[in-house]
């Protein structure tokens, strides 16, 4: 099957990469089978809650990769890249929205409830083609792909590098954050998007939909490794990595750097948007407060806390975070932040390469041990 | 070792008669090299702050002549190489590569792949990458973006880098990182980099730093041997090291030209004796 050898010739030395993916298979069935096979009074019942929970870990960690490849592979340390991910989810949200129909609690048929209660009479032509689900997926990527494209040619094309490229990233997602709490502009205002019926005709309160959502998001996340993993191993990928590492030198040998700046750029602002679709059906809300450039920062902490510049560490460091942070805000809530801000101390302090960089070192000297003297 | 067998094909030889007809280069079109020279600077002054690095500085490079020029610190030779590669743009005067491309107005990238090769004072290489890597991003070949994300090395491009690799004495070390080479090592891998670019001109600054005397043989021997088929224009403090390659030599202070001449008429012109001696 020559479309196997493609995947196996993809993840070729990518030993991290295979053990993630293995885990992530085993453990999308093992969750599913839990949940829907085994009645709920059994201990090995998982709950539903559980598996959304899941789900969104699963939904951080694409969002985590997208970030790795322009921060670890190309050194563009974007603190604006939740903003990608919430246009995303916005997009997702509208076909939601549309979705439910008259079902709403003033009854329209073409009107989100938000739109009846600011009394306003017919949908904002940006809203046009959300009920399409095909239109949304496209939307999904586009809207997110075009703002990077646009952002990223002006910032690139002026060579705008460093702590100033983050500082305007930041700048991006606040002043997206504070348009969208407005209600003119036709997204809920700072109730966002909520109330969710349906998904292409799903139940989305079902235990089957739930898991399936789970599912696909396991599915989309291995999916997304293999393209990124592609990516960095292309040529393409090394000119990336080049351009990191020596910039100048990368353009006195003949490359645009630009260009690759910007592909990077905006092939990972799609695969945040991606994640961000898929995580709204999930938690069902979308709003204002996903552009908060916090957790554009806590991004950067999980992908820092992995290893940064491998996918599979930012895999790992957005799920074992988000682990730390669910298992927090639930039994102390007020020290997460702190827990968080010193874990990204404690991480750029001793951990330059991140867990994953510890992982590597402890085997390298483990080999190094056995090595007959 | 035949020198011109370094670039393989002669390819460029063929295409600079078709005028760029199997060529495929951000601009198209094949350098004018009908009246002689190559690069032409004309007037060109760069200041910073004021200071003028270069100072209505003028001078031509033959197509084909390997040029060295030498100066004191702080003469603008370095300056001089920014400004051919897009670097620095001139506040003043103009810079040609042959009779029609307008270095001033071109971006780096451009000027590269119209076979513009640049060898740097500090040697810079890539240093994550392994050496069979950084001879292959620097290798001729169509660098635009979705090309290089579809693209895969064929087996004449495998064995243009086997032959640079030999040619830089790096074989053995082809899958260590970048970082790992000594100083020297790093050198020669900057000057195989160079040697992939296939370039119609080498700029080459300061390329003996940190090299064994075994090693700044080798690279005489290269950089004479390119000449003719490229142009060559190296920059050395090693008075040793230009007299045994140099044929023109070209005088560089306080960013203009005070001599040009073979290295004896240089050596004994008073303005350089003053500058180097005296003041
Ligand atoms: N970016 C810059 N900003 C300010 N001054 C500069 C800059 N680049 C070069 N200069 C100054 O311009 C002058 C010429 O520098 P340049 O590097 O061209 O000299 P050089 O001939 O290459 O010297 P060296 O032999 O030391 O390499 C020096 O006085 C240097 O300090
Ligand atoms: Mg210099």
Same mark, same amino acid.
């Given at each position: 099957?020559?479309?196997?050898?493609?995947?196996?010739?993809?993840?070729?030395?990518?030993?991290?990469?295979?053990?993630?993916?293995?885990?992530?298979?085993?453990?999308?069935?093992?969750?599913?089978?839990?949940?829907?096979?085994?009645?709920?009074?059994?201990?090995?019942?998982?709950?539903?809650?559980?598996?959304?929970?899941?789900?969104?870990?699963?939904?951080?960690?694409?969002?985590?990769?997208?970030?790795?490849?322009?921060?670890?592979?190309?050194?563009?340390?974007?603190?604006?890249?939740?903003?990608?991910?919430?246009?995303?989810?916005?997009?997702?949200?509208?076909?939601?929205?549309?979705?439910?129909?008259?079902?709403?609690?003033?009854?329209?048929p073409d009107l989100p409830d938000f739109m009846v209660f600011l009394n306003w009479t017919e949908l904002p032509w940006y809203w046009f083609g959300f009920d399409q689900f095909w239109f949304t997926m496209l939307m999904v990527m586009l809207v997110p792909g075009v703002l990077a494209l646009v952002f990223g040619w002006l910032a690139f094309r002026s060579r705008v590098t460093g702590?100033?490229?983050?500082?305007?990233?930041?700048?991006?997602?606040?002043?997206?954050?504070?348009?969208?709490?407005?209600?003119?502009?036709?997204?809920?205002?700072?109730?966002?998007?909520?109330?969710?019926?349906?998904?292409?005709?799903?139940?989305?309160?079902?235990?089957?939909?739930?898991?399936?959502?789970?599912?696909?998001?396991?599915?989309?996340?291995?999916?997304?490794?293999?393209?990124?993993?592609?990516?960095?191993?292309?040529?393409?990928?090394?000119?990336?990595?080049?351009?990191?590492?020596?910039?100048?030198?990368?353009?006195?040998?003949?490359?645009?750097?630009?260009?690759?700046?910007?592909?990077?750029?905006?092939?990972?602002?799609?695969?945040?948007?991606?994640?961000?679709?898929?995580?709204?059906?999930?938690?069902?809300?979308?709003?204002?407060?996903?552009?908060?450039?916090?957790?554009?920062?806590?991004?950067?902490?999980?992908?820092?806390?992995?290893?940064?510049?491998?996918?599979?560490?930012?895999?790992?460091?957005?799920?074992?975070?988000?682990?730390?942070?669910?298992?927090?805000?639930?039994?102390?809530?007020?020290?997460?932040?702190?827990?968080?801000?010193?874990?990204?101390?404690?991480?750029?302090?001793?951990?330059?390469?991140?867990?994953?960089?510890?992982?590597?070192?402890?085997?390298?000297?483990?080999?190094?041990?056995?090595?007959?003297? | 070792?035949?020198?011109?067998?370094?670039?393989?094909?002669?390819? %460029?030889?063929?295409?600079?008669?078709?005028?760029? *007809?199997?060529?495929?280069?951000?601009?198209?079109?094949?350098?004018?090299?009908?009246?002689?020279?190559?690069?032409?600077?004309?007037?060109?002054?760069?200041?910073?702050?004021?200071?003028?690095?270069?100072?209505?500085?003028?001078?031509?490079?033959?197509?084909?002549? @390997?040029?060295?020029?030498?100066?004191?610190?702080?003469?603008?030779?370095?300056?001089?190489?920014d400004v051919i590669t897009g670097k620095t743009r001139p506040d003043s005067g103009t810079a040609f590569f042959g009779q029609t491309m307008d270095l001033t107005r071109m971006s780096e990238y451009e000027i590269a792949s119209v076979g513009i090769g640049r060898k740097f004072q500090k040697p810079t290489v890539f240093p994550r990458h392994t050496v069979f890597e950084n001879l292959?991003?620097?290798?001729?070949?169509?660098? %635009?973006?979705?090309?290089?994300?579809?693209?895969?090395?064929?087996?004449?491009?495998?064995?243009?880098?086997?032959?640079?690799?030999?040619?830089?004495?790096?074989?053995?070390?082809?899958? @260590? %990182?970048?970082?790992?080479?000594?100083?020297?090592?790093?050198?020669?891998?900057?000057?195989?980099?160079?040697?992939?670019?296939?370039?119609?001109?080498?700029?080459?600054?300061?390329?003996?730093?940190?090299?064994?005397?075994?090693?700044?043989?080798?690279? *005489?021997?290269?950089?004479?041997?390119? *000449?003719?088929?490229?142009?060559?224009?190296?920059?050395?403090?090693?008075?040793?090291?230009?007299?045994?390659?140099? %044929?023109?030599?070209?005088? @560089?202070?306080?960013?203009?030209?005070?001599?040009?001449?073979?290295?004896?008429?240089?050596?004994?012109?008073?303005?350089?004796?003053?500058?180097? @001696?005296?003041?």
């Amino acid at each position: 099957m020559p479309s196997k050898g493609l995947l196996l010739r993809i993840l070729e030395h990518d030993t991290g990469g295979k053990i993630f993916l293995s885990l992530l298979a085993v453990v999308a069935v093992l969750v599913s089978v839990l949940n829907l096979a085994v009645p709920e009074g059994s201990p090995l019942h998982v709950s539903t809650y559980t598996v959304t929970l899941l789900g969104k870990y699963l939904c951080y960690a694409l969002l985590a990769v997208a970030l790795d490849l322009v921060w670890g592979y190309c050194g563009i340390l974007s603190l604006g890249h939740a903003a990608f991910f919430a246009l995303g989810g916005y997009c997702m949200g509208m076909y939601l929205m549309r979705q439910v129909g008259d079902r709403g609690v003033y009854g329209n048929p073409d009107l989100p409830d938000f739109m009846v209660f600011l009394n306003w009479t017919e949908l904002p032509w940006y809203w046009f083609g959300f009920d399409q689900f095909w239109f949304t997926m496209l939307m999904v990527m586009l809207v997110p792909g075009v703002l990077a494209l646009v952002f990223g040619w002006l910032a690139f094309r002026s060579r705008v590098t460093g702590v100033y490229l983050s500082i305007i990233t930041q700048a991006l997602t606040f002043a997206l954050m504070l348009a969208f709490f407005r209600n003119e502009m036709g997204f809920g205002g700072n109730n966002g998007l909520t109330d969710f019926k349906e998904l292409l005709g799903f139940n989305l309160q079902n235990d089957v939909t739930r898991v399936g959502l789970f599912l696909i998001s396991a599915l989309t996340l291995a999916v997304a490794y293999f393209v990124a993993r592609y990516v960095v191993n292309s040529k393409l990928g090394r000119v990336v990595v080049a351009v990191r590492d020596a910039e100048d030198r990368a353009r006195f040998i003949g490359y645009k750097v630009e260009s690759f700046k910007l592909w990077i750029f905006v092939f990972s602002a799609m695969l945040a948007g991606l994640a961000g679709a898929l995580y709204v059906p999930q938690v069902g809300i979308i709003n204002p407060s996903e552009f908060s450039p916090l957790n554009s920062i806590e991004l950067v902490v999980w992908v820092a806390v992995g290893g940064c510049g491998t996918l599979y560490g930012a895999v790992l460091g957005a799920l074992l975070v988000n682990f730390a942070k669910t298992y927090f805000t639930g039994a102390l809530p007020e020290v997460w932040l702190f827990a968080l801000g010193t874990l990204f101390v404690v991480v750029t302090l001793f951990l330059p390469h991140g867990l994953v960089g510890l992982l590597k070192r402890r085997r390298k000297k483990a080999t190094l041990n056995e090595a007959p003297t | 070792m035949n020198p011109l067998k370094l670039f393989g094909t002669g390819r %460029r030889e063929q295409s600079r008669d078709t005028v760029g *007809a199997q060529r495929h280069t951000v601009i198209s079109g094949e350098v004018d090299v009908s009246h002689g020279p190559i690069l032409y600077l004309e007037n060109v002054t760069v200041s910073f702050d004021g200071f003028k690095a270069l100072n209505e500085l003028t001078l031509y490079i033959d197509d084909g002549e @390997l040029r060295c020029i030498i100066g004191p610190n702080g003469a603008g030779k370095t300056t001089m190489m920014d400004v051919i590669t897009g670097k620095t743009r001139p506040d003043s005067g103009t810079a040609f590569f042959g009779q029609t491309m307008d270095l001033t107005r071109m971006s780096e990238y451009e000027i590269a792949s119209v076979g513009i090769g640049r060898k740097f004072q500090k040697p810079t290489v890539f240093p994550r990458h392994t050496v069979f890597e950084n001879l292959e991003l620097a290798m001729r070949a169509d660098k %635009r973006v979705w090309p290089s994300l579809w693209g895969r090395l064929d087996g004449q491009q495998r064995d243009r880098i086997t032959e640079v690799l030999e040619t830089v004495m790096l074989t053995g070390q082809q899958a @260590l %990182r970048a970082a790992e080479l000594s100083h020297g090592q790093k050198q020669w891998l900057e000057i195989g980099m160079l040697l992939m670019q296939d370039p119609r001109v080498l700029l080459v600054d300061e390329p003996i730093a940190g090299m064994t005397h075994q090693e700044t043989e080798r690279t *005489a021997e290269l950089l004479t041997g390119l *000449a003719g088929s490229r142009s060559v224009v190296v920059v050395e403090h090693d008075m040793a090291f230009v007299r045994s390659i140099a %044929r023109k030599v070209t005088v @560089l202070h306080e960013g203009h030209v005070l001599a040009e001449g073979n290295m004896d008429e240089v050596q004994n012109h008073p303005a350089v004796i003053e500058v180097y @001696l005296g003041g």
